[in-house]
């Protein structure tokens, strides 16, 4: 994958680690291939996949495509995509954005806010105060005025703009996706590109 620009799915939900999802991590991987993904984040809700089972389904995909996994948790002040983070340490149920970010520093991760006014106003004005390293400006659960909001949240703030699919169905997968400019082949590269500042598109 050397040379090009990758297109990277960063949000992206299975079962059973996201009951709200419909798909299997391996109908996942499928779609994330047939849409020319080259990096595929699972991101469930509060929920770190285990090493090992991530090793088994990068087997399964093959060389086509970079699985990596992040998580999604569910704070007070909204919900939040980490990348880099190895356990659930001193996550806990109704902690604050604030509690979690300083977790996520201690641990050198990366954390993008998602969706940030798809539940609550009060909830992504409140990022503009937030040390967070980008904002998730378009997904498959976002509208026109919740995406034209986090676009300005991103601008005012000069944060990197996240495009990802927020999946919960194989039609999503790779819907909406983020350029990188480099490699990425690990999830610290990962969180280097996304605190560097990344290219994006948005798919429709």
């Known amino acids: 994958m050397s040379g090009k620009l990758l297109k990277v799915d960063l949000h992206?939900?299975?079962r059973p680690y996201s009951p709200c999802s419909t798909i299997s991590p391996h109908e996942a991987i499928k779609a994330a291939i047939e849409a020319e993904i080259d990096v595929l984040v699972f991101t469930d809700h509060d929920t770190i996949w285990p090493g090992r089972e991530i090793e088994e389904l990068q087997k399964w995909a093959g060389p086509a495509l970079r699985l990596l996994s992040g998580i999604e948790v569910s704070c007070l002040g909204g919900h939040f995509l980490v990348y880099g983070l190895e356990s659930l340490k001193g996550l806990h149920y109704n902690m604050t954005a604030a509690e979690l970010i300083s977790i996520v520093r201690r641990h050198s991760a990366a954390v993008v806010v998602a969706h940030p006014f798809r539940f609550s106003m009060e909830d992504g004005n409140a990022c503009y105060n937030l040390d967070i390293d980008g904002v998730e400006v378009d997904s498959s659960n976002t509208t026109p005025s919740n995406r034209a909001l986090a676009g300005?949240?991103?601008?005012?703030?000069?944060l990197p703009r996240?495009?990802?699919?927020d999946a919960h169905s194989r039609r999503d997968v790779g819907r909406y996706h983020t350029l990188l400019p480099q490699p990425?082949?690990?999830i610290s590269d990962l969180v280097h590109s996304i605190r560097q500042g990344i290219r994006n598109l948005r798919q429709d």
């Open 184 to 186: 990425i082949n690990t």
């Open 12 to 14: 992206v939900h299975t």
């Open 162 to 165: 996240i495009y990802a699919s």
């Open 152 to 158: 300005k949240l991103a601008e005012k703030r000069n």
